[in-house]
């Protein structure tokens, strides 16, 4: 596929396509014909995730940095924010896009759910990321015929603005970092580099902070989960239940503030260090690289993998911290604001994981250190 063919990505749930009726796919095909005639510029948008031409393309142009000509479009609805493929694909994505400048290039259309859907939980990272774009909403839209004039003028706006992103995209000037990064202007690097290591082990701090609160936090919810029990093995019925989750909540109160605390500062951290090692990565392919900076990069790089290898030790925990905390939250309103906030903090954690899997994997492949001489 010519690289200079724009591509776009579907990020979207299976499921809400099946009960819509393959109206999902439909309007891929929409989109796609409506640029073409707009423009007579063809547009592929890869839509089956399982394909794997979709897997190919995607790492060729991220890896490549060739995002001028790349989009995702995201269809928003209640389940996609359930689901961890679709928040994976966005924030990756939206990573890459954001550390070249291309923030317009992740286009989210509201298309399923109430109008408060991105107002009920502005603590979500992947809310926050969606409200930040100009977003389409799709919401009333969805209910007309494919074939009516609002519809099809709705598709004929996606199409236009689309081209106009695009178009933008591909005029864009270099960003401040790319500029501060060039290869040739070593004070660059070395100051990037100055501030990323010291952001690194406030996040390494993060997620030791993260380990001991989360093991304090363990204990009292197995605490709890053994109190219930004996009280059902007495017969004490739910007014058993509701006293272990007062109880549970007064234990609770200071160990899920800090667990918030850190979750607030984990995602502070790797949004600053985020964009810099995605621009270290690229710099680090340029076969001119001197091997000194090729060495210094290969060391910051092995930081980044121990910190991605570290964060990915607590997912498990965090997934099932989630799950429980959803569970527990039914027992008592007393406990449900907690629950509630330990669920919103880890899954930032998760959320952070998959940034942190971009880098590993962007290494990794490059030559694991990224300290190997260019041929």
Known sequence: MDRDEPVGFWSYTRRDDDI????????????????????GRELHIFFDKKDISWGEEWRSRIDSAIMGTTFMIAIITPRFFRSQECR???????????????????????????????????????VALIKRRNYVDWTALRLEDEGSPRYRQAVHELAIRLAEILASASEREP????????????????????????????????????????AEIGSHMEWATGEISESDKRNGGFAGRLRVSQQLASRLQDPVQRFAKWGDQYAAELAIVDPGVLTLIRISRDPELPQEDRATLGEFFK?????ASASRDNVPILVGF???AEEIAKFSKSVRPLMMTLKKSAQR??????????WERLIQEDGGDNTASPE
Do not use: W
């Not at 966005?90 to 759910?113: E, K, M, N, R």
């Not at 930081?303 to 910190?307: C, S």
């Open 88 to 126: 994976r694909e966005v924030i990756t994505f939206s990573s890459h896009a954001s550390s070249l400048g291309l923030d317009d290039l992740l286009l989210p259309i509201l298309y399923s759910g109430s109008s408060d859907l991105l107002d009920e939980n502005p603590d979500d990272e992947l």
């Open 349 to 358: 954690v998760v959320d952070g994981q998959s940034v942190m899997d971009e």
């Open 175 to 214: 960003t401040a970092q790319e500029e501060a990064l060039a290869v040739d202007d070593q004070a660059g690097i070395v100051e990037q580099l100055a501030e990323m290591e010291d952001a690194l082990p406030r996040l390494a701090e993060c997620l030791t902070g993260f380990g001991e609160v989360t």
């Open 20 to 39: 819509e009726r393959g109206k999902i796919k439909g309007l891929v095909d929409l989109i796609s014909d409506e640029f073409e005639i707009t423009t």
């Open 303 to 307: 930081a980044a993998l121990g910190a």
């Open 322 to 324: 989630s799950s429980n």
